[in-house]
Structure formats: C-alpha cells, structure tokens
C-alpha cells in the first residue's frame, strides 16, 4: 500500500491570514468609498509578505476586498474577496468574509 508524500510542507508562523476586524481597524471598510493600502505580515521581527489591499465598498450589493501580492517567480497574484455586512443588534455593522464556495451555491 502506497503512501500519500507531502511535498510543500511549512510551520503555521509562516503562513499569513487576513483578518476582517483588522482591516476595519486600519480604516480599510469605509463605505461609499475606495480605500487602498498596504498590509504587512511579520513573525518573531522578520517580514513575511505584504500585499497591496484595495476595499471597495461603493455599491452595498457588490462589497469587495481585493488583495495583490507577489507569487512564485515575482508574478503579481490577486485575490477578491467578496464582503457582508450584517447590521448590529445595538447599532453599527458587523462584516464578514463571504466563502467563494459559498457565494458560488448562490
């Protein structure tokens, strides 16, 4: 019996993840309006990556967060990810990242 070999294997302190409650907290989720920056990842001082971030919440039926990178090979990659927002039982609104899957079962 054959064993499944992993190939690209690294520790979780090397990977980066993007979180919505921190992109409200920067400024990114304004709406009715284009923000643009740039968010760096680092672990234990040492930078991992940075990403140009671009929100766009102009239309509240198309909210949208895109992020660009560089890829494998100095390729640019970008990724959009599509945003909720859910109002508050006491006031302001709560956001969510929408699941490409998900939003794709729609």
């Known amino acids: 019996m054959g064993r499944h070999r992993v190939v690209h294997t ?17 400024g990114f989720l304004n709406v009715g309006a284009v923000t643009r920056g740039v968010v760096k990842w680092r672990t234990l001082g040492v930078d991992l ?9 102009r239309s509240l039926s198309a909210l949208r967060v895109t992020v660009v990178w560089c890829g494998i090979g100095g390729l640019p990659e970008t990724q959009a990810i599509a945003i909720e927002r859910v109002r508050c039982r006491f006031g302001g609104w709560r956001y969510y990242f929408v699941c490409p899957r998900a939003a794709g079962a729609k």
């Open 49 to 57: 990556r940075s990403a140009q971030t671009t929100a766009d919440l």
């Open 10 to 26: 690294c520790c979780i302190e090397e990977t980066v993840w993007l979180d919505i409650r921190l992109l409200r907290a920067w």
